[in-house]
């Protein structure tokens, strides 16, 4: 994705940049809601047939999450690496980056599959119960087969967004939602003589789905008419050194939403032991949270990017405002939100369970969530714009103190010596994710004042 020119971004409008910024961040919210939108069907889907499907696929969701997010991490540096070659104008250097990046993706997936198909062990170490561990990991079992097609999803959407080509992975991923939910409904309860699997039929509908939109992103990006130009299609020499560029970049990144997402599991854990009707509550109230979190993706990446193409640019200037105009829109997009789930919290909790206890939980719950919003958000947007700018070591420190020195005692101590249950939880996640923000900008307000240069290309 490029920006205008030095000179004509330095003389272009707020508004200019405002609608710039937007243009980029809609078609990855796109993508990003497509992706959520699986895991909400199967949420829903699986919280109407009861309980204890919608608590086996909320625990199911803790490790499987944990894997996805290291495997993004590994991988987003794919977006700073061509967003910076595409900002000094090397375009055929950006297929390479994609086919390095596709090797490295493939890798992980396989890596990350073998780990879910022990979901069951996994779950017992983190203090579930045997009959929640059970069926948590039946529903492991059957991410583990996706795990490779949604990472090399990923890698190639990456590419896509650098290059500016977001709306392919926004189509794509949003079709996909169809099969997903037509096999949803064959194999959580069993329809047309398919097997009643519960949580397992929805992990299983989302692996099918996943390889389904892979091959059709794939595809996509081989028939690009412009391909020559991007060298998607050619040979590269690039070979290791890219591979090599890649993980330096993409390691520490790894670290730092695996510090993130490992926290997010350890309190999804804690929500597991108080039993399957808080669990159950907390996936309802969490799966909204990570719905809002995925357009706060989209202003993250939006605001990555351009402040990998100001630094592409030498343009100090520029990557201050690609931060802070990402950040401010962030902050009224998730104000927005914010009321909207305090407004339609009653709605919101009948979606995803027809049992009374569940329901009441998770309604007290959004009153959190609706507080949670703009900091995960913002804390998000403010990481994106430090992955932008090649800025990742103290950042990762920085959210390593916040959600295991802040979040996750936080959220222990007041789900279990408090006994406030699921609320506890969610406050610890909003102390968390409070405190990283404030960090990152505190970092962001020293690092868009320095000199910029393009340390990973």
């Known amino acids: 994705m490029t920006s205008a020119p030095p000179s004509a971004a330095a003389d272009a409008s707020l508004k200019w940049h405002v609608g710039r910024t937007l243009s980029l961040a809609w078609p990855v919210m796109g993508a990003r809601i497509g992706m959520i939108l699986m895991i909400t069907v199967d949420s829903i889907m699986a919280g109407q047939a009861g309980k204890t499907a919608l608590a086996h696929y909320g625990i199911s969701l803790a490790p499987h999450v944990f894997v996805l997010v290291v495997g993004i991490g590994f991988l987003v540096g794919t977006i700073v690496l061509v967003g910076q070659a595409d900002g000094a104008g090397r375009s055929r250097e950006c297929g390479a980056i994609w086919h390095r990046s596709m090797m490295i993706a493939a890798g992980l997936g396989v890596v990350f599959g073998a780990f ?23 529903a492991l079992l059957w991410f583990a087969p996706g795990m490779p097609a949604a990472m090399m999803y990923l890698a190639t959407s990456f590419f896509l967004e650098g290059i500016g080509r977001p709306h392919a992975g926004m189509v794509v991923s949003l079709l996909g939602n169809l099969p997903n939910a037509a096999l949803n409904w064959l194999l959580i309860e069993g329809h047309m003589g398919a097997p009643a699997m519960g949580a397992a039929g929805a992990t ?9 939109i892979l091959a059709a992103l794939v595809a996509y990006v081989f028939r690009m008419a412009d391909g020559e130009r991007y060298g998607v299609r050619a040979a590269h020499a690039a070979g290791w050194q890219m591979v090599r560029r890649l993980a330096r970049l993409g390691t520490p990144l790894a670290v730092a939403t695996g510090l993130e997402s490992a926290s997010f599991m350890t309190m999804a854990s804690f929500a597991g032991r108080l039993g399957e009707t808080q669990m159950a509550a907390y996936q309802a109230c969490m799966n909204v949270v990570s719905f809002a979190f995925m357009l706060a993706i989209g202003l993250s990446t939006a605001t990555s990017v351009r402040a990998a193409n100001a630094v592409g640019r030498g343009d100090r200037r520029g990557l201050a405002l690609a931060g802070w105009l990402g950040f401010a829109l962030l902050v009224a997009l998730m104000l927005l939100l914010s009321v909207l789930v305090v407004w339609q919290r009653d709605f919101l909790a009948s979606l995803y369970s027809d049992v009374d206890e569940v329901r009441a939980i998770a309604r007290a719950g959004y009153f959190w969530v609706a507080a949670v919003l703009m900091f995960d958000g913002g804390q998000a947007v403010l990481m994106g714009a430090h992955r932008g700018a090649a800025d990742v070591m103290v950042p990762t420190a920085m959210q390593g103190f916040a959600f295991w020195g802040v979040g996750v005692p936080v959220a222990y101590i007041l789900a279990f010596q408090i006994g406030f249950g699921v609320q506890g939880i969610l406050a610890g996640i909003f102390a968390g994710m409070a405190v990283s923000m404030l960090l990152l900008a505190a970092r962001f307000t020293v690092v868009s004042r320095r000199p910029v240069a393009a340390a990973y290309t």
């Open 116 to 138: 879910l198909l022990f979901g069951e062990t996994i779950l017992l170490l983190l203090g579930q119960s045997e009959s929640m561990a059970a069926g948590g990991g039946r």
């Open 204 to 212: 299983l509908a989302t692996t099918v789905t996943r390889w389904i």
